[in-house]
């Protein structure tokens, strides 16, 4: 689903006329007319190695998958579900495992 953002924030951001727009855990799609508002577009920090764990709740599908490695990713935010271009993933080790009942 498409987010919808309130045009008195929308004119805001504008005319401040950002670079770079960075997003985390925001949990929406983006509409494209922010998408197009930073000259060098929006980067989303997502808690998984993309592309697995796409979309809401990545940290405890990875713990319900019980994965031995996960991460971060830093992807360029598209038009479409943590599916933009990734551009840098931190891997670590992950401990413990999840006690489902």
Known sequence: MVASLAPEFLSSLTRLEPDLCVTAA????LPQR???LP???T???????LPKF??????QRAVLAGVS?????LAY??????????LAQERVQASGSADVH
């Open 54 to 59: 796409r979309g809401p709740a990545p940290v």
């Open 39 to 41: 000259r060098l577009g």
């Open 34 to 36: 922010f998408l197009d």
């Open 26 to 29: 925001y949990g929406n799609m």
């Open 77 to 86: 935010t598209v038009l479409r579900c943590d599916a933009g271009p990734v």
């Open 43 to 49: 980067l989303n920090i997502h808690p998984s190695l």
């Open 69 to 73: 490695e996960t991460g971060v990713s």
